[in-house]
């Protein structure tokens, strides 16, 4: 399908395909410095400092992250080589990330393996969990807390880029409606 891009757009992305189809989404050069500011605020609030490596299990997750925004935090990423959960063991025993980005209940499957394979020694001493794109599974929780890893729920879209963090708003410039169903 041919994309007609204007000039006012920094790059263009794709949805997650969460409403069964992707969508192209224009970002704009005027938006770039709100989602750095997102981006900076996440970094900071998850404790990531500049040359953390963060593994990225699902490739569409990054896009709401701009690489400017990553630049300027001075994290570097990386995917796994391919989607699975042996793929995921392999570079989290390897190369032992600050920070994992991914899906939690994938996160999860994955830790429960590599324990289950008796790897517990060679996972990273300290580890930073984002779960984004999916509703948080709990177990997860459960699941690190013996480890001391905290669990991040980062939600966003690629429309906006990230809204929340933990429940806390991150974008200034973007306004929430309150639920008309009592507090949350």
């Not at 989607?83 to 920070?99: D, L, N, Y």
Request: charge should be negative; proline fraction near 6%; hydrophobic fraction near 40%.
């Amino acid at each position: 399908e041919e994309v007609h891009t204007p000039f006012n757009l920094a790059y263009l992305t794709f949805t997650t395909g969460s409403s069964a189809f992707q969508n192209i989404v224009g970002v704009t050069h005027a938006e770039i410095e709100a989602r750095c500011e997102a981006t900076r605020r996440v970094m900071e609030a998850i404790g990531a400092k500049p040359g953390d490596r963060m593994l990225v299990t699902y490739p569409p997750l990054i896009n709401v992250f701009s690489r400017e925004a990553l630049d300027r935090c001075g994290i570097e990423w990386f995917f796994l080589e391919r989607s699975s959960r042996g793929a995921f063991i392999t570079a989290f025993c390897e190369e032992k990330p600050a920070v994992v980005l991914g899906e939690s209940s994938f996160v999860r499957a994955c830790i429960a393996e590599a324990e289950t394979l008796g790897l517990r020694d060679d996972f990273p001493d300290a580890c930073r969990i984002v779960v984004a794109g999916t509703p948080l599974d709990l177990e997860l929780l459960t699941r690190v807390e013996s480890y001391g890893w905290p669990v991040h729920d980062l939600y966003g879209c690629q429309e906006f880029g990230w809204l929340t963090l933990d429940g806390h708003p991150l974008r200034d410039d973007v306004g929430l409606v309150p639920s008309p169903f009592g507090e949350g």
